[in-house]
């Protein structure tokens, strides 16, 4: 396949002037939203996504896309002037960036995030060109078997690269499966879980699911750790690093990038683990490993870049198989759906102008945010003095309106509430939701593959341990779920998470 | 007195357990069928007993691995959050989006841990002017902005 080709292609689509509009629209939100602590990518683009469909899919996905990578730039500003992270993966930031603020080099800070993220950002983009035709290929050869132990395969690894208990993971996964059952079954027409409710005879609401997990527990997690006073700093003067800066910092934003493309691609994984891989390598590695924590350019170059990088890359498990790695992803596969894109290895094939142009738009997008990020810096700072107590019910109506603006039925905004009860219950008992998430969407496709599966094998399990590809990755799955099982290596996990 | 050393397992456990049967209860009607030719009753059956044997295992390592216990539940907060949701989705389609923004913000403050009256009643005001503006004039959402009288 001619990649460069398709990439020019892409950027014909990219370029033009409504895609540029919405991609700088996106990195302009994503921006505002990782500066802002409490707000995130995945509660942004939950409340935007109903106001797409009004758009074209391509520009809606590539309005969507910048938000969350644009979110990776944004929280390295916080990080740096407040010591508070304003998005998760750039609490590994605050360490040295904020010590570097403190000695007075906030500017050089800011910069070499913006840099590496920029670089970071062009390397994955091209990645994600090269890669995704060769996966594609691959996937084309799966059948329903291996498309069943793909799925499983995805969701054990966001079990075990997600912190917390495999067990309580494992359940959150069962019950986002079983969520995902409400409805109508496609193959008899039974009714399922629907309790004579005539709404949910299409299943259960994502909006609603995602928007009462995430946005509402985010407010209430938000408002008990009463993020109320935020402290601002000084007078960023001298925004460039120094020679000494740069030369420290480039090998550093080369290792993180790289860091960050293989761990995006890995389902669970994301920005956050990718910038403390990045982060605990970078010192692991370094002649001088006592600089970090106390200003080290590497310890915001390295976190910085590997989070843009694993911001972009995590798109490719979504455009090849069309399975979505992490929350965020799979909040992007619902747009798609929405648009009357079915995610998955014919998307190349079928809209190549949406494929190419999504990844097109992200060297535009990159390109954008350090325009933004850089002169702009003053604004973004401004708006950290907006106290939460303002903000948060602006949240919960956006939310509220977002939710209900999907189908026009108040008995999603119900749905809303009973789901942020849950989220708020969840949280409270330590259970992470966003496996529950994935498990809801890949749930209904896994049951039919399945179905299919055994359908094949004339109802012998024994298929998917018959099939090579389906047999390989049954074991990389058993692999996985011995490694969080076995104490010793469990324990090398809690490790890695402390960092 | 057996001794709950992980408080939050013991109740997480016994919300999935729980969950899990109402599952099973729920899909009793549902055909089962054989592997073969699976019913619609299939999977969720499995997966709702699969779901009872994990809580109940986490239940039993609530009582024998030392764990967090849980905090407060903060009861108002959460009733307040979540009543402010409920009054939007009950006000929407009678009191349009203006009213039902309105209340949200009101109610909704009130979760918050400083509240000025002053304040909360802008901004009540202010949302609800901007969510007119942006929603129903800008996206041409479909939303009434004013009740239906």
Not at chain 1, 127 to 135: D, G, I, S, T, W
Request: charged residues 10%.
């Amino acid at each position: 396949m001619d990649v460069l080709g398709s990439l020019w292609l892409g950027l014909t689509v990219a370029l033009q002037p409504m895609s540029i509009l919405y991609c700088l629209i996106g990195v302009v939100i994503g921006t505002l939203i990782g500066v802002l602590p409490g707000v995130g990518p995945l509660v942004t683009i939950a409340m935007l996504l109903p106001a797409t469909y009004f758009l074209t899919p391509v520009t809606a996905l590539i309005m969507l896309s910048g938000i969350y990578y644009g979110a990776q730039y944004g929280g390295s500003t916080t990080a740096i002037l407040v010591n508070l992270p304003g998005e998760s993966s750039s609490l590994i930031t605050c360490l040295d960036g904020h010590q570097m603020a403190r000695a007075g080099r906030a500017g050089p800070a800011l910069a070499v995030a913006a840099l590496g993220s920029l670089f970071a950002g062009i390397v994955a983009t091209f990645v994600l060109a090269f890669l995704c035709p060769v996966l594609i290929e691959v996937a084309l050869m799966f059948g329903p078997a291996e498309y069943f132990m793909l799925m499983v395969l995805g969701l054990v690894a966001a079990v075990v690269l997600a912190q917390g208990s495999l067990l309580t993971a494992l359940a959150m996964i069962v019950l986002g499966l079983l969520l995902g059952m409400v409805g109508t079954d496609v193959n008899t027409g039974d009714q399922r879980f629907t309790f004579g409710i005539p709404e949910l005879l299409d299943g259960v609401g994502f909006i609603p699911l995602a928007m009462g997990l995430f946005a509402i527990s985010e407010v209430f997690r938000s408002l008990e750790a009463n993020d109320g006073a935020v402290v601002v700093t000084q007078k960023i003067r001298n925004l460039w690093p120094s020679k000494q800066d740069f030369l420290r910092a480039w090998p550093a934003v080369l290792r993180g990038s790289a860091l960050g493309c293989v761990l995006g691609v890995l389902p669970g994984g994301g920005a956050m683990l990718a910038s403390f891989v990045a982060y605990a390598a970078e010192k692991r590695f370094s002649a001088e490993p006592e600089r970090f924590g106390q200003g080290a350019v590497e310890g915001v170059a390295a976190p910085e870049s590997a989070n843009n990088a694993a911001a972009q890359t995590s798109f490719v498990p979504l455009l090849t198989l069309g399975i979505p790695g992490n929350a965020v992803i799979a909040l992007m596969a619902g747009a798609m759906m929405v648009h009357g894109i079915q995610p998955g290895p014919q998307v190349i094939e079928s809209r190549p102008d949406l494929f190419w142009g999504l990844i097109a738009s992200m060297l535009v997008g990159n390109v954008l945010l350090v325009i933004i990020n850089l002169p702009l810096i003053g604004i973004w700072v401004r708006l950290l003095r907006v106290p939460y107590r303002l903000l948060f019910p602006a949240i919960l109506v956006f939310t509220c309106i977002g939710v209900f603006s999907v189908n026009n039925l108040s008995f999603e905004v119900f749905l809303l509430a009973l789901f942020g009860m849950a989220g708020i219950v969840f949280t409270k008992l330590d259970c992470e939701p966003a496996p529950l998430l994935l498990a809801f969407v890949v749930g209904p496709l896994m049951e039919e593959y399945f179905r299919r599966s055994l359908q094949v094998s004339r109802g012998s399990p024994l298929i998917f341990i018959e099939r090579p590809i389906s047999a390989a990755l049954l074991v990389a799955t058993t692999v996985l779920i011995a490694i969080v099982a076995v104490p010793s290596l469990g324990r090398f996990r809690e490790q890695a998470f402390k960092g | 007195m057996i001794a709950v050393r992980g408080g939050k397992d013991v109740l997480a456990g016994s919300l999935f357990s729980l969950l899990g049967l109402a599952a099973l209860w729920f899909a009793r009607g549902l055909e089962y069928g054989t592997a073969r030719q699976m019913g619609s009753g299939f999977v969720p059956r499995w997966l709702a007993v699969i779901l009872v044997l994990l809580g109940m295992a986490i239940v039993a390592r609530g009582f024998m691995v030392a764990g967090a216990r849980m905090a407060g539940l903060h009861v108002r907060r959460t009733a307040t959050i979540l009543l402010a949701v409920i009054a939007f989705g009950f006000s929407i389609e009678p009191l349009g989006l203006v009213i039902s923004t309105f209340i949200c913000t009101l109610i909704g403050s009130l979760a918050g841990n400083e509240v000025r009256r002053a304040e909360v009643v802008a901004l009540g005001a202010a949302l609800a002017m901007f969510s007119g503006l942006v929603f129903v004039y800008g996206l041409r959402l479909p939303f009434s902005m004013w009740p239906a009288f």
